[in-house]
């Protein structure tokens, strides 16, 4: 067990106090590459940027800048201009250690680009993700991640690696720093006009991907023009992308598991099937999607004298996400029942409490399988900003800067056109579930899967009208004043204020139209078409394969026959609204001295959050809405207000040339998950007057989750572009959020009492509670000769709430390594990443495991001349499967293949 920090305010005055007292052992570093100014390097949270070409010097450049800085920060910097290391943001994060990445923003299994990133075995979400510094709003494109689990981080599908210059890992926090980040955060930092060495410069990208499972090519586009004056006073920047891409997602996946009731029939019939889970559906999964993703950034730099300057820019990014989804099943949870269904043949198996095999006789009239088709034509995510910022040099030690902006983002679906369909009816059905080895074998007896023959109306559903905005705006002025006074270099200070909203309002539950049109024959889809040849290959074998499925266009016109109606049909399930008004103050104290250095500094933050959800009532409670069709509800508003004290120290020692070490100490502070706060309240009321009911839903009495934090690390650079580093880390997470039981009151009304009374529920909701994580990260890097290096690292944690169950997002061992090769003409890199096991939540009230998953990446370069370079690189070169599984890997999940992505590319400088 991990002891618990002391109080962070006390720790940080020792820290310091420690720090005076020290004696210092060490020498001026001799670095191969110039030493940046460390007053200028982190301490006004500026990085320098530098335009730098090529592998080694990009390393060389981000070591330098790590190395300098007073906390503990990560830095990659791109290879060239439009040129990071990998074609994905987060790819080249997750070669960072303590830094992990996902590829799906929730529990909707992996696609094949990562999409969150995370820090030190927690949630993505309590990640911070910055642009320069600032937040930035983004949508989901993914409908289970726009209305379900809607939280906090960041789609990294949205930021296109060409507009980056350099990305910053905060390990430790300072006082300086926007709040939001319990793990840390990550800064994207992009280029500005006026440090561009050329008075002009144009380049492009102009190139295509090829996906291997879909069997696509599509085009790929980007372009920066950059112009400033010769005096430098004035520049301006223009990047422009449009990239498009298709994907193909093959897979099987197990939806959930439900036990069989104790005293049941089955149980009764078969004493050792009782309290046995068993799988609700087993299916065969085809996912394909066209992606789309086009935007831009603009900047315009001004120094209107030497001290006054400001700038202006914006970024817009848009990505068109059509996708359509195919699920053919069998309906374990209909055929069981929970054990009031039918039982199992002799000779089912049982293992570790999971019903693992069996086989069900052919039964009349009953509903063995079930096939769902869901077209969405036009889902899409967006991310906007524009922002001034304006710095002024009051006096020579005196100097402020302002920011003043406003972020947009929206997440849509505002077309499900879908079918179910029942098949395999009076078929019988059999399964055998293999662990996490191999797909589960099954089948729907006799049934013909490549025909819709006989295939019955099930119903039509689907959620319409989603769009889920959020914005924020903020106002922030920061001031630095070198003092000079002994040991106190410099002093900083500011305040910042954002306001902030996330909702989802006026969506549509579509459902067949009541004239029945939807389930007569005569109005079914004429034609059909079958999964891939190839679906299925990887994955295992003995399961449906060539499964028929109607066209989207077929889809849409059978649609006509659904109720859309806006009034009827309103899903308050999926509507909700969080607003949140956010003020922060600080005060830093930045510390030099001789061969150390540091910053000891306090944040005060004040959340002020407004959380708008639905719950459920009877059609007596007071204000109840009667229209919707999902039953009767009333909106709940909940208002709450919360301080947060944040105080932090970092030190850093030079104990001799090459050798550095730093400690860290602070409390950090992140808001919880929108759907957290705001989820539905669905309630079961008590069967009488005086009984407790039950429920579940979000819990908008949430406070945030908060962490005291020690970091230490040692750093030995004992050659140029080289390093071997160790950190050891605990967060002692004061406030985490995981599920728990909270009694609330609601207006009741039961069949012995018809008039309405306030009757107690126990609900099962997010809850308070607290946890801890603690690990080692170990980094070793160096070249080998002149033209060729490695890199490699490996970070160990433990992590578990205080129920001592997983945390999200905890992997107990990640790795990463890199092998590089580089001379005037060719550079070669290829790159492998492993994640272990980790929890990522619930999934219809079943446990959802990742299995352990390596990745393979690798970039080949040839430069042309210094105009006309050539890159190809490759994504998930090993085509991993992706597996997941609930309480062990006795009861899997799902599986999934997303192919190899190779990317081809001209880049033109003129």
Known sequence: MNKNLTPIASAVALLVMAAAAMPVYAQQADDAAPKADSKSADKSGQIEQVTISGIRGSLQKSLTQKRNADSHVEVITAEDIGKMPDKNVADSLSRVPGVTIGNAGATEGGFDEADRVSMRGTSPSLTQTLINGHNVASGDWFVLDQSGQVGRSVSYTMLPSELVGSVVVHKSSEASLVEGGVAGSVDIITRKPLEFKKQFTAEATIGAVYADLPGKTDPQMSALINWKNEANTFGILVQAFSEERHLERQ??????????????????????????????????????????????????????????????????????????????????????????????????????????????????????????????????????????????????????????????????????????????????????????????????????????????????????????????????????????WGALSSVQFGARYNDHKRSSDGVIGQGPAADGSAANPANFPQGYQNFPSNFGSGLGSGFPTNVWYYTPGQLAAYNAFTNRDPVSREDWNSEFSVKEKNTAGYLQGNLEGNHWSGNVGLRVVQTQENVLSNVAAPATAPGAILTSAFGPFVRQQDKNTYVDVLPSANLKFELSKDLIARFALSKTMTRPDYSALAGQVSLSPPAQFGSIGSGSGGNPDLKPITSNNFDTS???????????????????????????????????????????????????????????????????????????????????????????????????????????????????RISYNYRSSFYSGLDRSTAFYQAGVGTLAMSLGFKYSEQLAFSLDAQNLNNPTLKYYAQSEDQPRAFYKNGRQFYLNAHLKF
């Open 251 to 484: 897979g099987q996946e197990i939806l959930g598991y439900t036990q069989i009731a104790a005293g049941s029939k089955i149980a009764t019939a078969h004493p050792d099937l009782a309290g046995v889970y068993a799988p609700n559906l087993i299916n065969s999964a085809l996912f394909e999607q066209q992606r789309k993703r086009t935007g831009g950034l603009i900047d315009a730099q001004f120094k209107v004298s030497n001290d006054f300057s400001f700038d202006i820019n914006g970024f817009t990014s848009e990505m068109k996400a059509a996708n359509y989804n195919r699920s053919y099943e069998f309906w374990g949870a209909q055929v069981i029942n929970a054990g009031a269904g039918q039982s199992p043949n002799p000779g089912y198996t049982v293992k570790n409490n999971t019903l693992t095999s069996a086989t069900f006789a052919p039964v009349a009239g009953t509903n063995y399988g079930v096939y769902d088709q869901i077209s969405r034509p036009d889902e899409s995510a967006s991310s906007n900003f524009v922002e001034l910022g304006t710095k002024w040099r009051a006096s020579d030690s005196l100097t402020f800067t302002t920011k003043l902006g406003t972020s947009t983002g929206e997440g849509k679906t505002p077309t499900q056109n879908v079918a179910e369909w029942n098949v395999g009816v009076g078929a019988g059905a059999g399964y055998q579930l293999n662990g996490t080895g191999t797909a589960a074998n099954w089948n729907l007896g006799a049934t013909n899967n490549s025909s819709p023959a006989g295939a019955q109306f099930g119903w039509i559903f689907g959620d319409q009208n989603i769009d889920v905005k959020d914005k924020e705006n903020w106002a922030q002025i920061d001031g630095e004043y070198t003092a000079g």
């Open 714 to 828: 040692l750093e030995w650079y004992f050659a140029p572009r080289s390093l071997v580093s160790a950190s050891v880390f605990n967060m002692n997470l004061t406030s985490y959020v995981g599920l728990g039981s909270v009694t609330r009151s609601y207006v009741t009304s039961t069949p012995d009492h018809p008039a309405n009374y306030m009757a107690d529920y126990v609900l099962t909701v997010p809850v308070n509670t607290s946890g801890t994580v603690t690990g080692i990260e170990l980094a070793y890097e160096m070249p080998l000769g002149k033209n060729f290096g490695f890199a490699t690292n490996a970070t160990f944690i433990n992590a578990y709430d205080a129920a001592n169950g997983p945390l999200v997002g905890a992997s107990k061992r990640t790795a990463n390594l890199t092998a590089y090769f580089e001379d005037e003409r060719f550079n070669a």
